[in-house]
């Protein structure tokens, strides 16, 4: 995907002697090193398939065009034939900053760059004032009852519940109580958890908006009800699984054996996958709620976890703490993942004692 950028005319002219492998390796490592300017989830997941689609745009015009480097006229109708189809204004964003991204690896003075020019601007401009910038189809968050009530009916004992039950449950509560996407629950590794006495620590190797690789320790305190507690959950999921070394926390299994024999469900050894995932917590809220297929697909989805997490903790502790443990890069971003009731919302005007 990003070969095509790294070979262009532009890279080709640095000065590099083939005969000293010194310089060839530095220039190798500096090529890896734009390419690392973005996270790997940025590239993989809403960079890639714009990429893809914008090559294609450009291959199938009568003559072909360039597209690294491109014209900025090239750029401004593909921007346009994506905002023409898009339902959100982040699609739009995200294909000029992917398109951007490239010519960068190019070499391409950021001043030169064609999402830079004022075309391209008024296109993105456009595109915001049609679509706005709230989110479509934004999902409800859980209630705290909720999830402990779906948690109590899935795992009434840790040691009598199927291991099925017990994996479902530890997920569903720490992506609640960690604000946990799934791409960061994915990364949480059984040797990288730690337990304590009133908490514990998970070190995510990998996590959204993570640019520099830096990792990221997830803290989840202990909750005064062992049967509901994340931290209990994940114990005894560790336990029960005969969990060790550098293996996912949360795993898949065999959706057959799951329909027909739940009790002898046993895990796969490799991370959830999404669409078993994002199945599982809308069986736990249909099993929970009463509520049909349908109601549940079309009110939660995996994200309401972490956005109910948020709403919860949101009002009650120091918002530099609230953002860190969301990993949110600003607080626009944080604020987006919290539900204010009408009763925080009247606390402004009740609070100016007219």
Not at 29 to 56: C, F, H, P, Q
Not at 130 to 151: A, D, F, H, S, Y
Not at 161 to 178: D, K, R, T, Y
Not at 211 to 227: A, C, K
């Amino acid at each position: 995907m990003e070969g095509g950028a790294l070979a262009s005319q532009l890279w080709s002219q640095l000065q590099v002697s083939p005969s000293d492998p010194l310089d060839q390796s530095l220039l190798k490592s500096m090529k890896e090193g734009m390419v690392n300017t973005r996270s790997a989830s940025t590239w993989t997941d809403s960079y890639l398939g714009i990429i893809s689609r914008y090559r294609a745009f450009c291959a199938a015009k009568v003559p072909p065009r360039v597209p690294v480097p491109a014209a900025p006229l090239t750029v401004c109708l593909f921007l346009q034939l994506v905002a023409s189809e898009a339902k959100s204004y982040a699609v739009v964003k995200s294909a000029s900053g992917a398109i951007f991204a490239l010519h960068e690896m190019a070499l391409v003075p950021a001043a030169e760059a064609p999402t830079k020019h004022p075309l391209a601007k008024g296109v993105r401009q456009s595109a915001k004032r049609r679509l706005g910038l709230k989110l479509q189809n934004q999902k409800e968050p859980l209630t705290l009852e909720v999830l402990q009530t779906g948690i109590l009916l899935y795992v009434p004992d840790f040691q009598a519940c199927s291991l099925l039950a017990l994996s479902v449950a530890s997920m569903v509560a720490n992506m609640w109580a960690g604000f946990l996407r799934y791409k960061d629950m994915k990364y949480v590794w059984v040797e990288l958890v730690k337990f304590y006495p009133t908490h514990m620590e998970a070190l995510l190797i990998e996590r959204k908006n993570d640019q520099f690789r830096e990792g990221d320790v997830v803290y989840i305190s202990r909750g005064l009800d062992r049967r509901t507690c994340p931290v209990a959950l994940n114990e005894a999921l560790i336990s029960r699984a005969r969990l060790s070394g550098l293996v996912n926390l949360y795993q898949g299994w065999d959706g057959r054996v799951a329909r027909f024999r739940p009790q002898n469900t046993q895990l796969n050894g490799r991370h959830i996958e999404y669409p078993q995932c994002r199945r599982e917590v809308h069986k736990f809220l249909q099993r929970t709620t009463g509520m049909s297929e349908a109601e549940v697909q079309k009110k939660w989805c995996t994200q309401s976890l972490r956005s109910s997490g948020a709403t919860v903790a949101a009002q009650k502790v120091d918002f530099r703490l609230f953002q860190k443990h969301g990993a949110w890069h600003t607080a626009s971003s944080a604020h987006r993942y919290i539900l204010d009731s009408t009763e925080t919302r009247l606390s402004v005007t009740r609070a100016m004692g007219y």
